[in-house]
């Protein structure tokens, strides 16, 4: 099985996809199938992305004075070599690289599967709105229909997001996965000396990007409530900033937070995995989140995890690694003191996170199930005339 992948960007400032994604195509490549990977490189970024990798990876070159808007060269390549594949897998929506793509598969009759990664939730589509609207009817409505078969990466992101689908629209649900991370703490020494302030203190995590749409004023809220109790406990922020910190820091000054709060900037993988195995517990409380690869390689190191409810991955308490809290900032640092006061139980969901992230989210069984969704989505037509529900999550019935 011969699959064509395209994302706009591999800049890890971007988020999740841009480790997701390569993740996905070497764990394809692995287990038989010949993946290639198309995406545009960051001219205004060092080059962070290897070009040693098991699959073919084409790096563009985007429209001058852009980051990631396709040139004519892109269009003309991938119309050309979308032939040589069986299939390709889009990722992303509301981007030209990606808007192009679906075109250059449309024309040359080769199927296509479409990964919106977030992107049809309603709080995604109702951001720039009306900018979406015209781009929707100038574009993705194509896209979308004329995709086989939609891939969502939970339920949750299932559910929120079929309302912008044709009816009857094919679809299946397959999580992120996550690449093993060795057990017990080492890292989390060097983590704590590369950062001297934070010696003696105890670490509530947030790693990713510092964005409108991951809630951060209410981890500010809650880690105003929870100082309280706990005056050793530092915010730690490691991520780029995505316009969010100017706002937040007035938030943070407000609240007396400054000297409660340490924000790194982006870190390379290995120093993000070392603040992972430091943490003493990892926040996240997206008003949107598809799936979260921060929050996958929490649960890999076994980290306790306190997650709103708004992510809407329940698995986190169903397999006993963390708390599901409902929104405000009160059940937050509520759930933050139970983690910070009881090691015993703060043992138990680390040992639980590892075994679920082991078990369920290994990147070979995700390439599995994503093969055996390629197939459905070759498969003739008279053949795919019921919804494509693969390795069913959680909720049995959408």
Same mark, same amino acid.
């Given at each position: 099985?011969r699959?064509?992948?395209v994302?706009?960007s591999?800049?890890?400032?971007t988020?999740g996809?841009a480790?997701? $994604?390569?993740?996905?195509?070497?764990a394809?490549q692995?287990a038989g199938a010949?993946?290639?990977l198309?995406t545009?490189?960051?001219p205004?970024?060092?080059?962070?992305v290897?070009?040693?990798?098991?699959?073919?990876?084409?790096?563009?070159?985007p /429209?001058y004075?852009?980051? @990631?808007f396709?040139s004519?060269?892109?269009y003309?390549r #991938?119309?050309?070599d979308?032939?040589?594949?069986?299939?390709?897998?889009?990722?992303s /929506?509301?981007?030209?690289s990606i808007?192009?793509a679906a075109l250059?598969?449309r024309?040359? &009759?080769i199927?296509y599967l479409?990964? +919106?990664?977030?992107?049809?939730q309603g709080?995604a589509?109702g951001?720039?709105?009306?900018l979406?609207?015209?781009y929707h009817?100038l574009?993705?409505?194509?896209?979308?229909? &004329?995709?086989?078969?939609?891939?969502f990466?939970?339920d949750?992101?299932a559910?929120?997001?079929?309302?912008f689908?044709?009816r009857?629209?094919?679809?299946?649900? #397959?999580r992120n996965g996550?690449?093993?991370?060795?057990n017990?703490l080492?890292?989390a020494c060097?983590?704590?000396?590369?950062f001297?302030?934070?010696?003696?203190?105890?670490?509530?995590l947030?790693?990713?990007?510092?964005?409108w749409?991951?809630g951060?004023?209410?981890?500010?809220?809650?880690l105003?409530?929870? $100082?309280?109790e706990f005056? *050793?406990?530092?915010w730690?922020l490691v991520g +780029?900033? @995505?316009?969010?910190?100017?706002?937040l820091?007035?938030?943070v000054a407000?609240?007396?937070?400054e000297?409660? $709060?340490?924000?790194? &900037?982006?870190?390379?993988h290995?120093?993000?995995?070392?603040?992972?195995?430091?943490?003493?517990l990892?926040?996240l409380?997206?008003?949107?989140?598809?799936h979260?690869?921060a929050?996958?390689e929490?649960l890999?190191?076994g980290?306790?995890?306190v997650?709103a409810?708004?992510v809407?991955f329940?698995e #986190?308490?169903e397999?006993?690694?963390g708390y599901v809290?409902p929104g405000g900032?009160q059940?937050?640092?509520?759930?933050?003191?139970s983690?910070l006061?009881? +090691?015993?139980?703060?043992r138990?969901m680390r *040992?639980?996170g590892?075994?679920f992230?082991?078990e369920r989210l290994a990147w070979?069984?995700i390439a599995?199930?994503?093969?055996?969704?390629y197939e459905? $989505?070759?498969?003739?037509?008279d053949q795919r005339?019921?919804?494509?529900? /693969?390795?069913r999550?959680?909720?049995e019935n959408?």
């Amino acid at each position: 099985m011969r699959v064509l992948h395209v994302i706009p960007s591999l800049d890890p400032s971007t988020g999740g996809p841009a480790r997701s $994604v390569p993740a996905l195509c070497r764990a394809l490549q692995a287990a038989g199938a010949s993946v290639a990977l198309y995406t545009f490189r960051n001219p205004y970024a060092p080059v962070t992305v290897s070009t040693d990798e098991t699959f073919n990876l084409h790096q563009f070159k985007p /429209l001058y004075g852009s980051r @990631e808007f396709p040139s004519p060269d892109f269009y003309s390549r #991938i119309r050309r070599d979308v032939c040589s594949f069986d299939l390709a897998h889009l990722h992303s /929506l509301w981007n030209p690289s990606i808007s192009l793509a679906a075109l250059a598969c449309r024309r040359a &009759g080769i199927p296509y599967l479409l990964s +919106p990664r977030g992107m049809l939730q309603g709080s995604a589509v109702g951001r720039r709105r009306r900018l979406k609207s015209v781009y929707h009817r100038l574009w993705e409505r194509s896209t979308i229909a &004329g995709a086989r078969a939609i891939h969502f990466c939970t339920d949750a992101e299932a559910q929120s997001s079929r309302r912008f689908l044709p009816r009857h629209k094919p679809f299946a649900v #397959i999580r992120n996965g996550v690449e093993p991370v060795s057990n017990g703490l080492a890292g989390a020494c060097e983590f704590r000396e590369a950062f001297p302030s934070l010696q003696g203190k105890r670490i509530a995590l947030f790693l990713g990007r510092l964005h409108w749409s991951k809630g951060l004023e209410l981890q500010a809220e809650a880690l105003a409530l929870a $100082v309280r109790e706990f005056p *050793e406990l530092v915010w730690v922020l490691v991520g +780029p900033d @995505e316009g969010e910190w100017a706002h937040l820091s007035r938030q943070v000054a407000r609240l007396g937070l400054e000297k409660h $709060v340490l924000r790194t &900037g982006p870190l390379p993988h290995a120093r993000c995995l070392e603040a992972l195995k430091a943490a003493d517990l990892f926040l996240l409380t997206s008003r949107h989140e598809a799936h979260s690869m921060a929050m996958n390689e929490a649960l890999a190191v076994g980290v306790p995890l306190v997650i709103a409810d708004t992510v809407r991955f329940p698995e #986190i308490r169903e397999c006993g690694a963390g708390y599901v809290v409902p929104g405000g900032p009160q059940p937050l640092a509520e759930a933050i003191s139970s983690i910070l006061k009881h +090691p015993e139980q703060a043992r138990g969901m680390r *040992e639980a996170g590892r075994r679920f992230a082991s078990e369920r989210l290994a990147w070979a069984h995700i390439a599995r199930d994503m093969i055996e969704a390629y197939e459905e $989505v070759l498969a003739p037509v008279d053949q795919r005339e019921r919804q494509i529900i /693969l390795r069913r999550i959680g909720v049995e019935n959408i």
